[in-house]
């Protein structure tokens, strides 16, 4: 397996890796709230390369959309704030820095987004065609004809049968998983070279959740666009993706291939994780449960933001921050596996240095 | 029914394991042809164009002490049912029974005192729980509603006793009566729409999708405790649920339901090793797996389900059958409805080529799925 670690160290204001497609930086986006501030992406670093599937797996609240909406800067500033360090680069861009004119033709020309809800997510007064011209017609200069052939094409595309007929309809003549397979044409009307998709699937029952899936495979494997998958079902993440981060109120705590991160978890809160999913082996035991709930993001913990839930704590926890940099390979942002300030040999002692070596 | 329930019994004495072991326990919740339609209106005059057949002619039995676990896509009836049953909205047909109590044609007094044997746990922690009410009350209410000399909650200490009694017994604080709903996270919300339930010494509990709003590390607490409140109060559940993973955790037997109807049932092992309707075997193949090794063969099914206003005729899965298709289109499933039938002791199925589904057919199926077909048009209603 190739050792590319989807961690690089932040804010470093050198050029970007050729290699990748997208690099995020030690990226910051907080959120200035009466009350004070919610960080809620707290220095988050990861790159994608071209054709590559990153999965981004996290709870409610842990700050995977907002990493989306940042990148896609969508969010309303202010609220929101991102660091002055932070750097998001694209194809040698650094798109923090883009002006707006130029980060809207960066919009689904370059990255497109899928969101969650079909139905919130397409306008209810336009047929979908219209939509998925108007797409068309803001990033290409052709005539509107020309524009809806290229939304019947990519209805076609997504397996919508009948398309010539289907441009006509409006959302609400739309099953939900129809309407996430217009979505989805949409992103990929103007071929997009990264899609992020933000939880595509959730709001669908299995069986078109299946369905979805498959067309999403199917099209990253047709166009070669890279995909950065949002979910909290770790089952949609074993199936997809074959690189994972895995994010804990604002913080990347583990990453690796699909793999390691779901057979070999080495953070706690992943191990917990895993482990809290019912499954047909864990029938008539208790389930195993991660203590607590998320720290309110007004008010963290000092130290690690899961030690308070965390059943291998120990007295690094409380005073010390574990930084995913820090680590060796930059994997894991945890004390059990990097020597805490002032405490020696770390108690995971760590197997894959050899293979480091050798790779 | 005979004695057939696979559950291990070794592994039915550890803590929140199935009760129902090797003998069939007695019936407690008896359905039996239970209807329930939705008019459509239409036209200038609003007459009445059609019906949305939600519950379509369901039968089966809830046995005391276990958990029956009801599973199927959104739209196939499956809340509609538990709410029905309890009668939070009345049947259009059919007749069941609580210990052998009738419960639709319960009036007045009576119908109160049966509605304390049945309570429910809805789906969203948020929206069933009154915003401008403490906890206090939300739970005191219907300690309030079903008061009598006997149980003495007409008395303000004993409430308050009880209400703190529940509240601890599903894991919050006693001192937390004089808070509001917005204090809490959406677990904590979702106990004290348990404790509001298990309040009013219920036998018979409605889980309506409980943990479906909840992230996995929530829904692994509320799980356990739905389980140990089961042992400690003798609870009887209803599980209601989309997920297929949390059905087969907690569930003793498991119902799937299709378009208004149950068209498979047996005990939980049974059900997931060795499903006969050909839509259990294409529901069960799409649920990931969180290993990713384990690449699974999987029959994706075509389309959309089809507007219970108008369901199929002969079997309502006969238009996105994988097996039918295999089997060179057989003219009985349009034709024909399929009866329920016991293929084995308490295995029940209606499809009539549930015989055919085998490994072999499965894995040829899945081998040759399409992967990306095109979804049917949910037929203009």
């Known amino acids: 397996m190739a050792v590319t670690k989807s961690v690089l160290p932040g804010g470093s204001g050198r050029p970007p890796s050729l290699d990748n497609l997208l690099e995020v930086r030690d990226l910051h986006t907080h959120f ?168 595509p699937t959730t709001a669908l029952d299995v069986t078109i959740q299946a369905q979805i899936l498959e067309l999403i495979r199917t099209v990253q494997d047709d166009t070669g666009a890279a995909l950065m998958l949002i979910t909290h079902d770790l089952g949609v993440v074993a199936e997809t993706v074959h690189d994972a981060i895995v994010m804990y109120s604002g913080r990347v705590v583990e990453t690796g291939t699909v793999e390691e991160v779901l057979l070999a978890p080495k953070h706690p809160y992943t191990e917990g994780l895993l482990s809290s999913i019912p499954s047909k082996g864990k029938r008539g035991a208790r389930l195993n449960v991660i203590k607590g709930t998320v720290p309110n993001p007004l008010n963290m913990p000092q130290g690690c933001n899961f030690a308070p839930r965390c059943p291998y704590r120990f007295d690094a926890c409380g005073p010390h921050d574990p930084r995913i940099e820090d680590a060796n390979p930059p994997d ?15 108690p995971r002692v760590r197997p894959r240095v050899e293979s480091e070596a050798t790779a | 029914m005979t004695e057939r329930a696979v559950p291990s019994v070794e592994e039915g004495t550890a803590s929140g394991a199935p009760l129902a072991g090797a003998e069939a326990a007695p019936t407690l919740v008896d359905i039996r042809n239970l209807v329930k339609y939705y008019p459509i209106h239409g036209g200038v005059l609003r007459r009445k164009v059609g019906d949305v057949k939600a519950v379509d002619d369901v039968s089966f039995d809830v046995r005391r002490g276990e958990v029956f676990g009801l599973v199927g896509e959104s739209g196939c009836g499956k809340s509609t049912l538990g709410r029905t049953l309890i009668r939070l909205q009345p049947p259009t047909g059919g007749s069941a029974s609580i210990d052998g109590e009738p419960i639709f044609t319960k009036k007045g007094a009576d119908l109160k005192r049966l509605r304390r044997r049945m309570q429910i746990i809805f789906q969203d922690p ?22 009598d000399r006997e ?189 329920f039938r016991e293929i084995k002791g308490d295995h029940r199925v209606a499809c009539h080529w549930a015989e055919k589904v085998t490994e072999g057919t499965v894995e040829k199926a899945a081998a040759e799925s399409v992967t990306i077909d095109t979804a049917e048009p949910i037929s203009a209603v």
């Open chain 2, 151 to 339: 149980n003495g909650w007409g008395n303000s200490a004993n409430r308050t006793k009880r209400i703190e009694d529940y509240l601890e017994a599903v894991g919050l604080r006693r001192d937390f009566t004089r808070r509001y709903p917005h204090e809490f996270s959406g677990g904590q919300r979702q106990r004290i729409g348990i404790a509001r339930a298990l309040a009013l010494d219920p036998e018979f509990v409605v889980c309506d999708e409980p943990v479906s709003a909840l992230d996995v590390s929530i829904q692994s607490q509320i799980l356990n405790l739905l389980l140990d409140l089961r042992r400690e109060f003798n609870l009887t559940y209803l599980f209601i649920a989309h997920n297929l993973s949390v059905v087969q955790y907690i569930s003793d037997r498991v119902g799937v339901m299709y378009l208004g109807k149950i068209v498979e049932l047996a005990p939980v092992e049974e059900l997931y090793e060795n499903p006969r309707h050909p839509y259990t075997v294409a529901l069960l193949s799409a649920v990931p797996d969180s290993d990713p090794r384990t690449r699974k063969k999987r029959i994706v099914l075509r389309g959309d389900v089809p507007s219970p206003a108008a369901p199929p005729s002969g079997c309502r899965f006969h238009t996105r059958c994988w097996l039918r298709e295999r089997l060179g289109n057989p003219e009985n499933c349009v034709t024909e409805e399929p009866e």
């Open chain 1, 32 to 199: 200035h709230v009466m009350d004070g501030v919610v960080r809620a992406v707290d220095g988050v670093s990861f790159a994608i390369r071209p054709g590559q599937t990153l999965g981004v797996v996290g709870e409610s609240g842990c700050g995977k959309s907002v990493t989306a909406l940042t990148i896609m800067r969508l969010l309303d500033m202010p609220p929101a704030r991102i660091g002055e360090t932070s750097e998001i680069w694209f194809e040698g861009r650094d798109l923090l820095r883009l002006s707006e004119e130029e980060m809207r033709h960066v919009r689904g020309n370059d990255i497109a987004m899928i969101f969650q809800e079909p139905m919130t997510s397409l306008n209810p007064v336009f047929t979908v065609g219209d939509q998925i011209a108007e797409a068309v017609m803001q990033h290409h200069a052709v005539k509107r004809r020309a524009a809806m052939d290229k939304a019947i094409d990519s209805l076609k595309a997504v397996g919508i049968n009948n398309p010539e007929r289907r441009v006509m309809q409006y959302p609400h003549e739309l099953s939900g998983g129809m309407r996430q397979r217009v979505m989805i044409a949409m992103a990929l009307s103007c071929d997009p070279k990264l899609i992020i998709a933000d939880e």
């Open chain 2, 126 to 147: 948020v929206g069933s729980l009154n915003p401008r009410m403490p906890i206090s009350d939300i739970i005191g209410e219907g300690l309030l509603a079903q008061a």
């Open chain 1, 332 to 346: 894991v942002a945890c004390w059990l596996y990097t020597a805490a300030p002032g405490h020696g040999i770390p």
